[in-house]
């Protein structure tokens, strides 16, 4: 259900800064409603403020393992060794308590605050490289700026002449995309909950020059494992942040596939509507447990978001529809409905451009 590479690759006037491209790796679960999930070169999902465990691909296909393999370090020699790296100004406030994330320029690790005992993630870039540097500034150019409950809030920054490290709250729920996968789809009830709280958050941005333009599942983190937490919005390493005065339409071509809007495609200027679009696909998953676009051939998924022409599990009827619990057909209609209509409303605003 994905393709090549999760995030295409920004292509922005000399002006425009570049973003970060990420890739995937296939993943191999049980109840796969995506085909992959981001990750880094070695296979590590890449999640910053997220407390899940980093996650490894086999690097040794066939499990054929090589005659001597070395014993995996004791989590406390690990520990010591990320505590190593870090500025003193850094660990003379926190306690570095485990590594919980990484990526090609950065690693995340759960802290504790000395003084309050307060739990955080921090994420060290390393930004003596160009990417690195560039996905630090963009991220920190909009939470510098932010602070809403449904967007993942920057505590405090320390600046080295070669790391950056970024102190943020500790999201321990996991992925939406996660819950997705263990619930195969949500009830409306729920899923309009889930979306109010993405929307709160989305509203909050664009009133502030911001948009978000990689939305997806995976992007949206609970704060905590119960049912009653909130959602976050995380990963701004693709947004872009315009002050009050400034042109509002964007063109650098970037996104998730899945997820990218019809006038990015085109390469049209674009506005922050492209947000929209991606939650019309978020809602489209939440209901139906599916993809409403989705080819391997990335060109074929371009053309099936250029003509609006979406899947549906099952028959096209409303009949074809799994009801379950308190679902009924008609809601599921409704649901259908307005997706639909969300596409016309995108693609007419993509033709006026």
């Not at 403020?49 to 393992?65: C, D, E, Q, V, W």
């Not at 004791?74 to 010591?80: G, H, I, L, T, Y």
């Not at 002050?243 to 990015?264: N, Q, R």
């Not at 028959?315 to 799994?322: N, R």
Request: glycine share 8%; net charge positive.
């Amino acid at each position: 259900m994905g393709c090549g590479t999760s995030k295409v690759l920004p292509e922005p006037p000399k002006d425009v800064q570049l973003d970060l491209v990420k890739k995937v790796e296939p993943y191999t679960g049980h109840n796969d409603i995506y085909k992959h999930f981001i990750k880094d070169d070695c296979g590590t999902v890449i999640k910053a403020g997220s407390p899940s465990p980093p996650r490894h691909a086999n690097p040794y296909p066939g499990n054929h393992l090589p005659t001597h393999v070395d014993q995996p370090e004791p989590r406390k020699n690990k520990v010591a060794k990320y505590r190593a790296k870090f500025d003193p100004r850094v660990t003379a406030k926190y306690d570095i308590k485990a590594l919980i994330g990484r990526g090609s320029f950065s690693r995340v690790v759960r802290v504790e605050h000395k003084a309050t005992k307060q739990p955080y993630a921090i994420k060290m870039i390393e930004t003596k490289y160009r990417e690195g540097r560039e996905v630090c500034e963009s991220e920190l150019s909009v939470l510098r700026r932010v602070r809403h409950t449904n967007i993942i809030q920057l505590i405090e920054v320390f600046e080295t002449q070669d790391r950056v490290y970024m102190v943020m709250e500790l999201a321990t729920g996991g992925e939406l995309f996660d819950r997705i996968i263990a619930k195969g789809s949500f009830t409306e009830r729920d899923a309009t909950r889930v979306l109010q709280m993405v929307l709160d958050g989305v509203r909050y941005l664009h009133t502030l020059g911001i948009t978000h333009r990689d939305l997806k599942p995976e992007n949206l983190l609970y704060y905590h494992p119960g049912t009653d937490s909130k959602i976050m919005i995380t990963d701004f390493g693709l947004a872009s942040a315009r002050k009050k005065g400034d042109d509002c339409l964007m063109k650098t071509t970037c996104g998730t596939p899945e997820y990218i809007a019809p006038e990015i495609l085109v390469r049209k200027p674009y506005t922050n509507s492209v947000d929209m679009w991606a939650l019309g696909v978020i809602s489209y998953i939440l209901l139906s447990g599916t993809m409403p676009f989705e080819d391997d051939n990335r060109t074929r998924l371009y053309r099936q978001i250029l003509k609006g022409k979406y899947s549906y599990s099952g028959e096209v009827s409303v009949a074809g529809f799994k009801v379950r619990g308190s679902r009924t057909r008609s809601s599921l209609y409704v649901g259908r409905c307005a997706f639909q209509k969300l596409v016309c409303l995108c693609r007419a605003v993509m033709l006026a451009a």
